[in-house]
């Protein structure tokens, strides 16, 4: 359903959508996530913390208890759901052909020319519970985000303070925490997290949208030029023999198979 692919943005609802895979296509799709998670984790890793930052944690700490204390996490995906994401997943459950086409043996493509009535009527023939079915995982979605929120919300805050140990000094965070003291420092610090689900930032950033894309205007005669006095990658035709030999080792076919392949691709491509 695309409700569900819209909103399986979190490991809580991929592990559900899983349980429904066969047992062995379960173990290999976990096999590739924990390969992925790993070369992600590789891709971002981090310097240990030194002595002296060690020495913040415990400053940095109080300032994170004001800035995100217990629960907060949880409390924004709410306020995040009703906000900015309700109004995607109704958008995201009006019937499309890929609603029933599967169910009849058709492609989506055959069915381009039907208006949003005549798509409408046929999901509700194909799954006369189509409403309810929605409706239900509308129900359920809300309680998985904020689960999701509140699982990773220890490591959340165990990452902001090493962050605010790195990038503060003492004094600064003393500074901070005494900020965060008083009564609009208070305010701040209740309001930071939950500001971030307030339908005016996505409302600007569509908003802004416009200007953005307009940046990247003419970006492939930009990337042209930035490589154009760059040779053009060479074909197997113009490796040398320990060239070619080199490549056959490393992808495991014969000299003679890469040079085909290559000769097909080269016609292919005329």
Known sequence: MKLLRSFALSSALAGSLFMSAPAIAQEETASQDEAMMAEMMAMFATEPLTAEEESRLPLAGEVIDKMMPPGTLGEVMGDMFDGI?????????????????????????????????????????VDPLRDERSARVADVMPAIMTDAMNAMEPTMRKVMTEMFAVYFNETELADINGFFATESGAAFAKSYMTMSSDPRLIGGMMEAMPEMMGAFENIETKMAEATADLPEPRVFAELSGEEQARIAELTGYSVAELAERAAASEMEAE
């Open 85 to 125: 994401l309700k109004p995607i997943m109704a958008k995201a459950t009006e019937p499309t052909t890929g609603d029933f086409a599967t169910n009849l043996g058709l492609e989506t493509w055959e069915l381009l020319d039907m208006d949003e009535a005549a798509i409408a009527e046929a999901a509700g023939i």
